[in-house]
Nanobody, 126 residues
Framework: QVQLVESGGGLVQAGGSLRLSCAAS????????MGWFRQAPGKERECVEA????????YYAESVKGRFAISRDNAKNTVYLQMNSLKPEDTAVYYC???????????????????WGQGTQVTVTS
């Protein structure tokens, strides 16, 4: 069983930055495929960033292009989401997700992930 614990959410003004962290349990984190999703009220959960097990390949949604970046530190069993130039439309609950298998490519569908964190709220004010 893999446990994921997110941190770093909060309230920020438009144009500001936040860095989310997701700490994972498990001895084989370096082989996990990881992703960050978000869900705003009344909307479907969407993948904003994903990273493959070696950190060589990343995916980003067009809505966050050039503003968000995913990274991972396998020595710390942690994946990060750096969010810059935040906009009010980025307001959502952000979730970390893991698949305990190494895929060469990134996984972007919610149904492709096995484990989820509890979510952290990000609120961007105008």
């Amino acid at each position: 069983q893999v446990q994921l614990v997110e941190s770093g959410g909060g309230l920020v003004q438009a144009g500001g930055s936040l860095r989310l962290s997701c700490a994972a349990s498990g001895r084989t984190f370096s082989s996990y495929s990881m992703g960050w999703f978000r869900q705003a009220p009344g909307k479907e959960r969407e993948c904003v960033e994903a990273i493959n097990w070696r950190g060589e390949i990343t995916y980003y949604a067009e809505s966050v292009k050039g503003r968000f970046a995913i990274s991972r530190d396998n020595a710390k069993n942690t994946v990060y989401l750096q969010m810059n130039s935040l906009k009010p439309e980025d307001t959502a609950v952000y979730y970390c997700a893991a698949r305990s298998r190494a895929y060469y490519y990134t996984l972007t569908g919610a149904n492709e992930y096995e484990y989820w964190g509890q979510g952290t709220q990000v609120t961007v004010t105008s």
